[in-house]
């Protein structure tokens, strides 16, 4: 037989480089903090007061159906809780699948996006396996957002779609919120018609949203997920917009593409939102706790971060400091070959002793003089 994959895998699929996740779980790994997850176990919480609500939410589902195709018992939960329209959300398999879906929505022949970079992969990846142009537009030195060079870019391109993460992943910064509008602005004008998404998968860190600025601006999506605040394991993620544009979206989403385990968990996190809010408080103290620590270390640049997460450069090669923390039982992301994040990793904000860990096994890896 002589069959030719390659005469049917298209080009831009065969030219992709698979998302890369960490290591996952591995002989001798300690500490992970390489994926932005909650160190917070909820379920073992809930196993507390909650255990029996949640136990039997997930007792009362009926497996031989099919789930709620629109989710509309969490969508109800998360309208309440966010002063929207249950017509403004669209549930969806993480916010992985929110992307995926607006990218479908615009893809075509002549179809581009504009991105900042460096930000989330799965922005460029799922939008170059639908043949969709991607506009990369450099982020400053200092990570921050060159609106001028940005506007300008836009009005060039004239893409259908801008992703801006807010905080962006992996740098952890918010981008100025006048930027934000900027763009959002020029892209509702006479020259420029694009969706743009504001990704607030850190929003619970930043304590920052772009939410009650949905009535002024017809083309902004709102994307948030239940993965950094403690449930990344069931796959739940959260579109926002006006209804106009959720209708549209939800044309090209699969008939069940949330599970019914996955929307019964959800309902009941999400009526327990004083837990999850707790949760956020004590990582960003610990969030302030390890930007000081690194701050004062040698041999480390470490920039702002207002996620659950933090970014920071070392003056050895990143490399080696990634694979000597690993060996010492300690997952963090390397970046190092990253464009703009040469020696660069990200650290993600974990239980104090996690981040203790992380600390202590740094500071011997870099050496007394931050560089041996
Ligand atoms: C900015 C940003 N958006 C979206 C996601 C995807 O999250 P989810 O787990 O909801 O698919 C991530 C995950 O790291 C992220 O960093």
Known sequence: MSFDLHAVVRTEVRAQTPYQTG??????????????????ALGEILRGALAAELARA????????????????VRTLLAGDLGVEAEQILITNGS?????????????PAASLAIPVPTFAMYAIGARAMGIRVAEVPLAEDFSLDAARFLDRLRRER???VFLAWPNNPTGNLFDPHAVEAILA????????????????????????????LGEFPNLVILRTLSKIGLAGIRLGILIANAEVVREVNKVRLPYNVNALSQAAARVVLAHGDVVAQHA???????????????????????????NFVLLRTHRRGDAVYADLLARGIAVRNFSRAPQLADCLRVTIGAAAENDAFLDALAAVLGPGGDT
Do not use: W
């Not at 992985?96 to 075509?108: K, T």
């Not at 408080?281 to 996620?307: D, F, H, K, T, W």
């Open 23 to 40: 290591p996952e779980s591995r002989p001798g790994l300690r500490v992970k903090l390489d994926a932005n997850e909650s160190p917070f």
């Open 58 to 73: 997930l007792g009362d589902v009926e497996l031989q159906r099919y789930p709620d195709p629109t989710a509309r018992e």
């Open 96 to 108: 992985d699948e929110a992307i995926q879906l607006l990218q479908m929505v615009v893809a075509g």
């Open 159 to 161: 893409p259908r779609l």
């Open 186 to 213: 020029a892209c509702a004008g006479r020259d420029c018609h694009s969706l743009v998404v504001v990704d607030e998968a850190y929003g619970h860190y930043s304590g920052r949203s772009f939410l009650p600025r």
């Open 281 to 307: 408080a004590v990582i960003v103290n610990e969030r302030e706790r390890v930007l000081a620590a690194l701050g004062a270390m040698p041999g480390v640049r470490v920039y702002p971060s207002q996620a």
